[in-house]
């Protein structure tokens, strides 16, 4: 079992730049695929980006393609998710998961795949 844990958001301006950290702790990340996703206020959580086991591989949805870069440090068991160029409707609470998948090269975007998810860590975007 892992337990995940966020952290780096806050209130920023739209245009500027956040970088959160996910942190695993009770079992090395390297066995997970892991992903991001955020919940606005009355909106349903949706997938924002996703990074294979390895690192080789990731997946971003449209909304923040050329915007959010998701990386990882296995050694650390940590995942990170840099936001550049924030937009107001990138406000949401932002959540890190972990899907113990057994291909290291696999990319997981379906929320109903993982297995642990982190609390969250709210991100505001003022304009």
């Known amino acids: 079992q892992v337990q995940l844990r966020e952290s780096g958001g806050g209130l920023v301006q739209a245009g500027d730049s956040l970088r959160l950290s996910c942190v695993a702790s009770?079992?090395?990340?390297?066995?997970?695929?892991m992903g991001w996703f955020r919940q606005a206020p009355g909106k349903e959580r949706e997938f924002v980006v996703a990074?294979?086991?390895?690192?080789?591989?990731?997946y971003y949805a449209d909304s923040v393609k050329g915007r959010f870069t998701i990386s990882r440090d296995n050694a650390k068991s940590a995942v990170y998710l840099q936001m550049n160029s924030l937009k107001r409707e990138d406000t949401a609470a932002y959540y890190c998961?972990?899907?113990?998948?057994?291909?290291?090269?696999?990319?997981?975007?379906?929320?109903?795949?993982?297995?642990?998810w982190g609390q969250g860590t709210q991100v505001t975007v003022s304009s």
């Open positions: 009770g079992r090395t990340l390297s066995w997970y695929a």
């Open positions: 998961a972990a899907d113990m998948t057994g291909s290291v090269n696999t990319v997981v975007t379906g929320q109903n795949e993982y297995d642990y």
């Open positions: 990074i294979s086991r390895s690192g080789s591989n990731t």
